[in-house]
Structure formats: C-alpha cells, structure tokens
C-alpha cells in the first residue's frame, strides 16, 4: 500500500539513521534507548532520523535500510570493550566487525551490522556496560551508565556536524524553540 512506503520512507530513508538498540527490562542494555530518548529532545534537518530501536534493530530496522538513500547509521548501544563502566568509546566500522567488540548479551547486533558495514557507513557509540542482567530482569541503568547518557548526546551531535555539515548551533532542543510532544 502506498502509504505504507511513504511512512516507511520517512523514518528510515534518510541520509543518516541513528538508532538505540538494547532493551531497558535488562538494565544497562538500556542505554541506547535512553540515549535515543535524549536525542528527541533535539531538532534535526530532514535527513537525519533518531530512531530508538529497541531490541527490533537487527531484525526490523537494519534490515530495510536502503544504502542507495541512508548513507550513515550511527549505533548507540551498550557494547563489551573491556573499560570501566560507562566508558564511551566510539568504532567506526570495516567489515568485517573488529574481533574486540562483542554484543553485552546474547542475540546482539554485531551479525547484522557485519551484513550492512559494506554498503552503509556504521559507527557504533559504545557504553561499557557494569552489568549484563539478562535473563534477570532490571528496569534502570546503572549509575555509570546513566552518567555516560550526556557524553554519549554530545558524540552523536559531535559525529553529525563532521559528517553531515549541520552544525550543533544549528540543532536546537525543542523546548528551546518551543516544540514539544504535545505541538
């Protein structure tokens, strides 16, 4: 149907896709969904989308990318690199995935992002998780981790204004302009 592609369109074919992954039942594994929460708080230009993608992102978002129109997709997740809790480090990917980074719990991203490093840009901004509680669940991040949420906002705007040319005096959160989720 139409309409179905034109939405389809909207939030996922644009230049650059930004995406949380992990899922917030399982503790620090919630740090991209909540860094994705802090990024709609600002405006972006058309092509950028910030997308928070849940535990969906390999299976339903990275999946129908379409490299001939997103050209970068900037990861945030919680990511095992081996630093203290609530480390960022960011990895711009080759294909394949360099052998230090591992998924923080079972069924993670790194397959699916081996399968899309050779036709899209990936970056991954990682958190250094304290705890992995999967299967145990656990609603909030750890202390660390919930520290590193601004550090992470400020990579991403950093990242864009490299890449893309949007300055960050040119992305305004939007309470600062007045929009918010009920305009």
Not at 1 to 5: A, E, I, L, R
Not at 169 to 183: E, M, P, R, S, W
């Given at each position: 149907?139409?309409?179905?592609?034109d939405?389809?369109?909207?939030?996922?074919?644009?230049?650059?896709?930004?995406?949380?992954?992990g899922?917030?039942?399982?503790g620090?594994?919630?740090?991209?969904?909540?860094?994705?929460?802090?990024?709609?708080?600002?405006y972006?230009?058309?092509?950028?989308?910030?997308i928070?993608?849940?535990?969906?992102?390999?299976?339903?978002?990275?999946?129908?990318?379409?490299?001939?129109?997103?050209?970068?997709?900037?990861?945030?997740?919680?990511?095992?690199?081996g630093?203290?809790?609530?480390?960022?480090?960011?990895?711009?990917?080759?294909?394949p995935?360099?052998?230090?980074?591992?998924?923080?719990?079972?069924?993670?991203?790194?397959?699916?992002?081996?399968?899309?490093?050779?036709?899209?840009?990936?970056?991954?901004i990682?958190?250094?998780?304290?705890e992995?509680?999967?299967?145990?669940?656990?609603?909030?991040?750890?202390?660390?981790?919930?520290?590193?949420?601004?550090?992470?906002t400020?990579t991403?705007?950093?990242?864009?204004?490299?890449?893309?040319?949007c300055?960050l005096?040119?992305?305004?959160?939007?309470?600062?302009?007045?929009?918010?989720?009920?305009?």
């Open positions: 149907m139409k309409g179905d592609t939405n389809r369109e909207f939030l996922l074919y644009t230049e650059t896709v930004i995406a949380g992954c899922n917030p039942l399982f620090d594994d919630g740090f991209g969904p909540a860094v994705a929460e802090a990024l709609q708080r600002f972006f230009p058309e092509n950028i989308r910030v928070d993608a849940g535990t969906s992102g390999p299976a339903m978002i990275f999946d129908i990318l379409d490299p001939a129109a997103t050209k970068h997709l900037i990861v945030i997740d919680c990511a095992d690199f630093a203290q809790p609530g480390t960022i480090r960011v990895f711009n990917l080759s294909y995935v360099p052998a230090g980074i591992r998924d923080a719990q079972p069924g993670g991203i790194i397959a699916a992002l081996n399968d899309l490093a050779p036709h899209i840009k990936i970056t991954i990682g958190c250094q998780p304290r992995n509680t999967w299967p145990e669940l656990k609603i909030d991040l750890s202390d660390e981790v919930a520290r590193a949420i601004p550090m992470a400020r991403v705007l950093e990242l864009l204004d490299m890449d893309t040319g300055p005096c040119c992305i305004l959160q939007k309470t600062a302009i007045g929009l918010t989720g009920d305009n």
